[in-house]
Structure formats: structure tokens, C-alpha cells
């Protein structure tokens, strides 16, 4: 029996091989249709950010988000994520803004601009009080049912609310499922076994693009690399957090003393949380929109270690001269 692929395509390069792949629309058109589920089917995408040498020479600074527009003009980002960084809500946004606005050239009209809609793919918990493993939102009214726009779309999938169900019932399962259960499975399957499970052989093209990643030395170089870094990275995520909340402890002890532990406890664990996690988001945060001014302006990307040596000022300071170079680019 053939191996199992081996190649987990959670993880974001191999996810960026599978669904932005200038050799495999056929994918990417297919998993669109099973996540917008849209009143006329995509028939045709258009990758704008294939995975270029350059991508592959550091795993850190590696931008592995997923560009694509359709034959409407409709502009994608999907992206892999493995974490949930407290400031990824407001990413998401600041990403599908700027996707959003970058169709819109000197002497555009604004009735030219076409929706931008970001898929996040995750691999933890974003809203886990709700059980819907599919979530999809707009800008809609507070006071009535009304869309105030259709041009601004997020959809959340997120893999952990989803059960896998037994192989005999893979094949009575919806598109968008049968996506879930693919990138749940496929590490630990081989490629026609995928296929034949899920009832549709877009899923063995798909195994197939992972079955490659495993064959190329320089592809599983890369992508063991990214494994690695992103191992460290949710390591170093919980040791903030585990950090912060013995600060937390401490603060909370302390302050127990007079207010009565619990509520003390309470208390100092909120104000370590806050202490230990809000500087590095902030800072994250203000590196990341650096980084994305400069390639929306086709600068080159400064790295990221780099970028986090520069204070917040210097980096906010930044941030407004690049603004402005947008503003009036082609002025």
C-alpha cells in the first residue's frame, strides 16, 4: 500500500503550494465555490502572488498568504493560520482594507471597485463560544436587516469545531466539508486514497500537489523549516502567556492581601495578561503594517527582526511618510 503523503498542509507553505498554485486553478476555483457557495459558480482565478524563489529564503519572513482575483475582479486573500494572535482580528481587517483598496488607481472611479473578501483558515479557536465551524460576515446595520455594503466579506473556518466522520461517510458530506476533512487527513493519507474517500479527484490533483512538496529536496527543505519556525513561534506564544500569567499570579497575590485573594488573583492576572501580551501585539502589529505599505508600494520588505528593533515611534513615523507615498502615488 502506498505511504501516507506526509506533507501536513496546515501548515502554510504547503497550504500556499495547494491553493495558490499558478499549475492548479482547478483547486483554488473548487475550494472558493465550496466556501462562497455563489449564486453564479467561479469558473476562472487568477493568482497574483505565486510562490516566487525569493519567498523561500528565509522561513520567518516567508509572505504566505494566498492572492487571487476571479474573472468578476473579485479580489482574495486566504490565508493558514496555525495561531491566533491576539491582534488578528484587527490584521484580518487592516489586510482585506488595503486588498480593497489597492484596485483603485490614480484616476479610478470608485464604482470600479470590486469586493474583497478574506478566508482565514484555523487551526485554533477564534470564536469558540459558537459551535459553527464556518463563519462569514460583512458590515450590516445595528438597528435593521441591512447590508450596508457587500464589498467588505470575511469568512472564518475554523478546523478544531469539526469532527471527521468515519470513511464510509465521507462521500454524503458537503464541498466545504469535504475540504475540512482533506486538510485534516491528508498528512496521514496517500493520494488516491483521498480521492476515492471524498468522491471527487480534485482532492487527489490536491494530494498530489503535497505528494510533489515531499518529492523536491528544496521544497521539504523549505517546508520542514517553516514547520520548525512555527513550532518555535506557538512555543514562544505559550511561554508569553504561561509568563504572564504567573506575573499575573504575583500582582494578584499581592493585591489579595487587601481586597481577599480571589478577587486579587483575578485582578493580577488580567493586569499581567494585559502587560505582557498588549506590548508585543502592538508592536507585531505596527512591524506588520510597515511590512504591508512597502509591498503594496513594490518596496523591497524589510525583515521583520529588523523592523523590531526600531521603537514604536520610529516605526509609527514610518508607517505616515509610507501612508502618504500611497496617498499620492501617481499624482
Given amino acids: 500500500m502506498p505511504s501516507p503523503l506526509g506533507i501536513d498542509p496546515k501548515i502554510d507553505f504547503a497550504f500556499k503550494r495547494v491553493f495558490g498554485s499558478l499549475d492548479h486553478p482547478r483547486i483554488t476555483i473548487h475550494f472558493l465555490n465550496a466556501v462562497l457557495d455563489p449564486v453564479r459558480p467561479i469558473t476562472a482565478v487568477e493568482i497574483l502572488n505565486p510562490i ?87 458590515l450590516r446595520c445595528d438597528q435593521r436587516d441591512l447590508v450596508f455594503t457587500d464589498d467588505l466579506v470575511f469568512h472564518t473556518l475554523e478546523l ?18 469535504q475540504w475540512f476533512c482533506f486538510l485534516k487527513l491528508a498528512a496521514d493519507r496517500n493520494v488516491h486514497e483521498l480521492a476515492q474517500l471524498l468522491g471527487d479527484d480534485v482532492f487527489e490533483e490536491a494530494a498530489g500537489v503535497l505528494a510533489m512538496i ?92 529588523e523592523l523590531l528593533c526600531r521603537s514604536s515611534d520610529e516605526l509609527s513615523a514610518q508607517i505616515s511618510e509610507l501612508q502618504e507615498r500611497l496617498r499620492t502615488r501617481g499624482d
Fill in 52 to 138: 516566487q524563489d525569493r519567498d523561500r529564503v528565509d522561513a520567518k519572513l516567508a509572505i504566505l498568504d494566498v492572492m487571487a482575483q476571479d474573472a468578476d475582479d473579485h479580489r482574495y486573500n486566504i490565508q493558514m493560520q496555525t495561531t491566533v494572535p491576539v491582534d488578528l482580528r484587527s490584521r484580518l481587517t487592516y489586510y482585506n482594507c488595503a486588498n480593497y483598496v489597492r484596485q483603485l488607481g490614480s484616476g479610478s472611479s470608485y464604482h470600479s471597485l470590486r469586493p474583497a473578501i478574506s478566508i482565514c483558515v484555523l487551526n485554533r479557536l477564534l470564536f469558540g463560544h459558537v459551535a459553527n465551524h464556518h463563519l462569514s460576515f460583512r
Fill in 160 to 177: 478544531p469545531k469539526f469532527v471527521v466522520p468515519s470513511d464510509n461517510a465521507l462521500l454524503g458530506l458537503s464541498k466545504l466539508d
Fill in 214 to 305: 515531499s518529492e523536491s529536496p528544496e521544497d521539504r527543505v523549505f517546508y520542514e523549516a517553516r514547520l520548525r519556525y512555527l513550532q518555535n513561534e506557538e512555543a514562544r506564544l505559550a511561554a508569553a502567556c504561561e509568563e504572564a500569567r504567573k506575573e499575573g499570579r504575583e500582582e494578584g497575590r499581592a493585591e489579595g492581601m487587601d481586597q481577599g485573594m480571589e478577587k486579587g488573583m483575578e485582578k493580577g492576572i488580567e493586569k499581567g495578561m494585559e502587560k505582557g501580551m498588549e506590548k508585543g501585539a502592538a508592536q507585531g502589529a505596527l512591524v506588520g503594517k510597515v511590512q504591508l505599505l512597502q509591498e503594496l508600494l513594490s518596496d523591497s520588505v524589510a525583515a521583520t527582526s
